[in-house]
C-alpha cells in the first residue's frame, strides 16, 4: 500500500475511473458537485501508451504547480483490447526517467466521460473522430480537442503512436506530450 507516499495535498482517484482493488493514485480527487475544479480526460487508442503518458505528465506538471486541487486528471481509450492492463513498459520507463509516474490502468471511454470532463484531449485524429461520434450519439456537448493543438512548434497535430516502434519513439512522443500538456496547463491557468 503506497497511501504514505501520497504528494502533499493529493487524495485517492475516484474508484469508479480505475480499478476497484487498487490503492494507488492515479488522478487528482474527483468531486463533480466542485465547479472550480478544471477536468481533463487523454484519449488515445488502447490507453496504454500515449494517454497514460499524458494523463501522467499533466498530473506531474499541476503537481509541481502547486495546483492538485484545481483538477481532476484521467486517461481512457477508445478501444477495448487493454482494459484493466497497466500502460507499456516503455511508456513506463521513458516516463520515469523523467520523473513521471505512471500507476493509472487502462480503460475505455464512455458517453459518461463526455458529461463529467470539461476537456476531452485526443492523441490523433482517428481517436477524435471516434471521441465525436460517441458524443453525437449520445447528445453530449463535451469540448474535445487534439492534443497537439496546445504544442507550438509546428511540426504537426497528432501525437503518433510509438507502440509498434523501439524506445526512441517513447522519447520522441514524450517530449511532444510534455511541451504539448505545458502549454495546455498554462492555458487553463490563465482561464
Not at 74 to 102: F, I, N, Q, Y
Request: glycine residues 8%; charged residues 25%; proline residues 4%.
Amino acid at each position: 500500500m503506497r497511501l504514505g507516499n501520497l504528494p502533499a495535498g493529493w487524495t485517492l482517484a475516484d474508484p469508479t475511473s480505475r480499478d476497484h482493488h487498487s490503492t494507488i493514485p492515479t488522478s487528482v480527487d474527483t468531486n463533480a458537485s466542485d465547479s472550480t475544479r478544471t477536468s481533463v480526460l487523454f484519449v488515445c487508442l488502447g490507453n496504454i501508451c500515449r494517454s497514460p503518458l499524458a494523463e501522467g505528465i499533466f498530473l506531474h506538471l499541476v503537481h509541481e504547480a502547486g495546483l492538485t486541487d484545481r483538477f481532476e486528471i484521467d486517461s481512457a481509450g477508445t478501444g477495448a483490447w487493454h482494459v484493466g492492463e497497466r500502460p507499456d513498459a516503455r511508456a513506463s520507463m521513458v516516463a520515469s526517467k523523467h520523473g513521471v509516474h505512471l500507476d493509472s490502468r487502462a480503460r475505455q471511454i464512455t458517453s459518461d466521460d463526455l458529461d463529467r470532463f470539461d476537456y476531452v484531449i485526443a492523441m490523433d485524429r482517428e481517436n477524435l473522430r471516434n471521441i465525436e461520434r460517441l458524443a453525437d450519439a449520445g447528445g453530449n456537448d463535451a469540448e474535445v480537442h487534439l492534443l497537439r493543438e496546445y504544442d507550438n512548434s509546428g511540426d504537426g497535430d497528432e501525437v503518433p503512436d510509438p507502440y509498434y516502434g523501439g524506445a526512441s519513439g517513447f522519447e520522441t512522443v514524450y517530449e511532444m506530450v510534455h511541451r504539448s500538456c505545458q502549454n495546455l496547463l498554462d492555458q487553463l491557468k490563465a482561464a
